[in-house]
């Protein structure tokens, strides 16, 4: 008997054994051909997930944001204690203790799901395990992704430490919201980061992964109930104690969303030509994916103060001249009547509008209702009061309504002239200039005139304010970078610039005399601004009047070859056509490269290249981009001497010789002090020029200072005439001294560096005199330079010799000017 129930027992064990033999071998085999194409899962070793690309302004304030997904990467060591353990108590309470999958659970899911017959079903998918389904597999619900899933869960366990999967999940899961990663997610529904975060806040954020279709707004109670959960959980596992727990369960649910607490992206301001700008070079330099998901962290030049005034600055010329001209175009929307019988039904009609919000004190609004002679408006953000907003009679008056062809209407008298029911017109309040009292709401409209601006350091080329046109909600097109536009005469600098590398002083005699040249189209007979010869002039008179004649017959005498690589070392051609037509700004270029040209005049002749980015660095800090290349010699140190500053080395490209550049920033000085520019009103140094086109299609001025050069420039987008009264100092200048002012008492300015190599000389040029910067040995021009041109009259042809003069320099010394002299002779140009 007991040898039979040994051999029964035997028999069974046997049997147990062999089935537990297949079942492992069944279960081996299955995960084997599961396991054979799988995605690799040391990919996630090195993961980044798309992340959110920042801009800081150079003051460290977040001015803009560009992402893919709205994902803001966190190292697993900077996010909070209390947020991991909301999202382990919710998901997976013994991930620390599990390899990649908890028995317990699937036991207890499985054991759940026989008591309901399969109507409750929850999820047994530990934190690992969601990660693989994230990462590398899809949703579906089946047997084989749950078998792959257990395998990769249980390899990337053996790959990864519990932090760095921990920080793989908090950063990936999706939370709503268009919200990924719990980052992201804090600042979207509490306009908080991650260590600001209460506990019942963590532990919302930690309610959202089981439904984040869910709205917190909609299924506010649902939220809150599950958030408690959380609450619970963690007072059970120890995070929290009792006391904690239930005070925190006894909160309302806030949000964003539900009003509150104040927007993150309303902290922000307005996207603007400078960020948008930021984002086209990078994302030619890194690349457009890496830019929008890798996570930069932008440190741009922009000053957020000056940025504003540049913008102030560009749109008030703009608007001026647009009111100038006197034709309404108002915005092109109109709300139905049927909306504006109620106040919320035309705020919510008028918020659709498709109208610019980012100009500063413009408010957009829609006319309710004509009087005999006003406008009864409504206006976004305003609210409505006991008297109504109105547009009175008076402040039409100065325009009449645009209509089609060349029919010409009648100078508006009342408000019903211009406007009608329903438009939606762009208004801002006039106030009292001393008091800053209320006045009136005034209309108003965008431009069809349009320019760009930009500002920079001229020793870093930091570009610190950057205007790329009216508006950038009604225009993206950056006409500061973008645009191609004929700089005039804004170009002739460099014509001389090559013309004092040649042996040329600013006191040369040029003749300014008629040309005419054959082409192959015809006769050029080019002409001087307003007509008329002066004759025999000296080259600084030339530049501070802009003459055309004597800069055509110095770019033939010195060749347009040479022109034309003085232009394209300066940065402002890639390759400039060696036209004399040409030397007058005839070929296109943008106001981005002639101001970064200009700063190279003002610096002393070193190299700078313009940049809107300081630095950019990668989602963990690690620095991929510098602008600033120089090296700190004595930084090192632990601490500096007293008194003694860091000792900076550079090493930059000198593109033009320092006295060449000293002597054209004296001679662009005589331009704002007696030429073109002279409507240039600052209280330090200043240089610069200005330029109009052929039918003034395009006005310009470009100055600087010792420290700053800004640059501006104005034209229609398909050109044509501003007007016969349009020119850059008219039109242009106002906006360079509108910004400068301001730019002045932030950067200062002090008088342009001398350079060594040099001596002074007084000049006298007629009814002024300046004291001219000599190079040492310097060979004198004894002709009228005409270009090898035919001329007028010959006899003064040469200069007269006149006997040595000994004059005093700046620096005290005695300097004898040898014979022949090429000023203080003769001319018809005001030197005697």
Same mark, same amino acid.
């Given at each position: ?52 690309? /920042? ?40 991930? *620390?203790?599990?390899?990649? *999958? ?27 395990? &969601? +990660? ?14 749950? +078998? ?11 790959? #990864? ?8 999940? #908090? ?12 980052? $992201? ?36 109670? !649902?939220?809150?109930? /599950? ?11 120890? *995070? ?76 008030? $010329? ?21 909306? #504006? ?86 208004? !801002? ?7 800053? $009292? ?6 108003? &409209? ?20 950057? &205007? ?33 590398? /040649? ?80 030397? #007058? ?31 950019? &660095? ?11 290349? /120089? ?10 001497? %007293? ?111 001398? %350079? %060594? ?33 035919? !001329? ?41």
């Amino acid at each position: 008997m007991i040898r039979f129930v040994l051999n029964f027992l035997g028999g069974v064990f046997s049997w147990f054994v062999t089935a537990g033999v297949f079942l492992a071998l069944v279960v081996g085999g299955i995960f084997w051909i599961y396991s054979r194409d799988l995605p690799s899962h040391e990919a996630l070793a090195s993961y980044a997930p798309k992340t959110i690309s /920042r801009i800081y302004s150079g003051e460290g304030r977040l001015i803009d944001e560009f992402a893919e997904e709205r994902r803001i990467f966190v190292p697993i060591e900077e996010i909070p204690d209390l947020v991991k353990q909301a999202f382990v108590s919710a998901e997976d309470k013994n991930f *620390y203790q599990h390899r990649g *999958y908890d028995p317990r659970g699937m036991a207890g899911a499985a054991v759940q799901a026989v008591q309901t017959r399969g109507e409750s079903v929850r999820g047994a998918s530990t934190i690992t395990q &969601q +990660v693989m389904k994230n990462f590398l597999l899809d949703s579906s619900r089946s047997v084989e992704r749950k +078998v792959k899933e257990l395998i990769l869960a249980t390899r990337l366990e053996n790959t #990864l430490s519990k932090d760095q999967i921990l920080e793989l999940y #908090l950063n990936e899961i999706f939370l709503g919201q268009n919200s990924a990663g719990v980052a $992201a997610a804090a600042q979207t529904y509490f306009n908080k980061s991650l260590s600001e975060l209460a506990p019942h806040e963590a532990a919302t954020l930690a309610a959202m992964p089981q439904a984040p279709s869910r709205s917190v707004v909609r299924d506010k109670d !649902r939220i809150t109930e /599950r958030r408690n959960y959380v609450l619970r959980e963690m007072w059970q596992n120890g *995070y929290l104690t009792e006391a904690v727990y239930r005070a925190e369960s006894a909160l309302p649910l806030k949000s964003v969303q539900n009003g509150d607490y104040p927007a993150f992206r309303n902290s922000l301001p307005p996207r603007d030509y400078f960020t948008d700008e930021i984002r086209r070079q990078l994302s030619q330099q890194f690349g457009e994916d890496e830019f929008f998901t890798g996570g930069l962290q932008i440190r741009a030049t922009m000053d957020p103060a000056m940025q504003e005034v540049a913008a102030k600055s560009l749109q008030d $010329a703009l608007e001026r001249y647009d009111r100038g001209i006197g034709v309404w175009r108002g915005t092109g929307q109109v709300i139905p009547p049927e909306d #504006l019988g109620s106040e919320d039904r035309w705020r919510a009609a008028l918020a659709k509008a498709k109208v610019p919000r980012d100009i500063e004190g413009w408010h957009p609004a829609v006319v309710l209702d004509l009087t005999e002679r006003d406008a009864i408006i409504g206006i976004e953000g305003v609210p409505s009061e006991a008297e109504p907003h109105v547009i009175p009679a008076k402040d039409v008056q100065w325009a009449r309504k645009l209509m089609p062809g060349r029919e010409r209407a009648p100078q508006a008298k009342v408000a019903s002239d211009l406007l009608s029911l329903g438009d939606v017109v762009m208004v !801002r309040q006039m106030t009292d200039d001393n008091t800053g $009292a209320f006045i009136r709401w005034t209309l108003r &409209q965008v431009p069809t005139i349009q320019g760009g601006f930009m500002a920079m350091d001229v020793n870093t080329g930091r570009v610190v304010a950057m &205007q790329g046109g009216f508006s950038y909600q009604s225009s993206v097109f950056n006409r500061a970078t973008q645009a191609m536009r004929q700089p005039g005469s804004a170009f002739k600098p460099f014509v001389y610039a090559a013309a004092l590398d /040649r042996g040329f002083t600013p006191a040369t005699i040029v003749a300014d005399e008629p040309i005419t040249v054959n082409t192959p189209q015809g006769l050029w007979t080019p002409k001087n601004s307003g007509g008329g010869f002066y004759g025999p002039t000296p080259l600084r008179t030339g530049i501070e009047q802009s003459r055309n004649l004597m800069t055509i017959r110095i770019a033939q005498d010195i060749g347009m070859d040479t022109v034309a690589g003085y232009a394209e070392r300066f940065g402002v051609y890639d390759h400039l056509s060696p036209f004399l037509a040409n030397s #007058l700004g005839a070929q296109e270029t943008t106001l981005f490269k002639m101001v970064a040209a200009y700063a190279m005049f003002a610096n002393g002749g070193e190299r700078v290249e313009p940049t809107l980015v300081d630095r950019v &660095q990668d989602r963990r800090g690690r620095t991929v981009y510098r602008h600033d290349k /120089r090296a700190c010699v004595n930084c090192q140190q632990g601490a500096l001497p %007293p008194n003694q500053p860091p000792v900076i080395e550079s090493d930059r490209e000198r593109v033009m010789d320092a006295i060449t550049a000293y002597q054209l920033t004296s001679m662009l000085e005589g331009v704002v002090k007696r030429g073109s520019g002279k409507g240039v009103k600052l209280p330090v140094p200043v240089a610069g020029k200005t330029g109009t086109t052929n039918d003034a299609k395009d006005v310009w001025f470009i100055g600087f200072t010792s420290n700053i050069v800004a640059g501006c420039y104005l034209g229609f987008d398909e050109p044509r005439s501003l007007g016969s009264n349009a020119y850059g100092g008219t039109l242009c200048v106002p906006v360079f001294n509108s910004f400068m002012r301001q730019a002045v008492k932030k950067y200062g300015g002090t008088a342009f560096k001398v %350079p %060594p190599g040099g001596y002074f000389a007084d000049v006298s040029y007629g009814k002024f005199t300046v004291s001219e910067y000599f190079r040492e040995g310097s060979v004198v021009v004894n002709r009228v330079v005409d270009g090898g041109f035919d !001329r007028e009259s010959k006899k003064s042809s040469d200069v007269t010799e006149t006997t040595e003069k000994a004059v005093t320099t700046s620096t005290g010394k005695r300097k004898v000017i040898p014979k022949k002299a090429d000023f203080n002779s003769m001319s018809a140009g005001g030197l005697y």
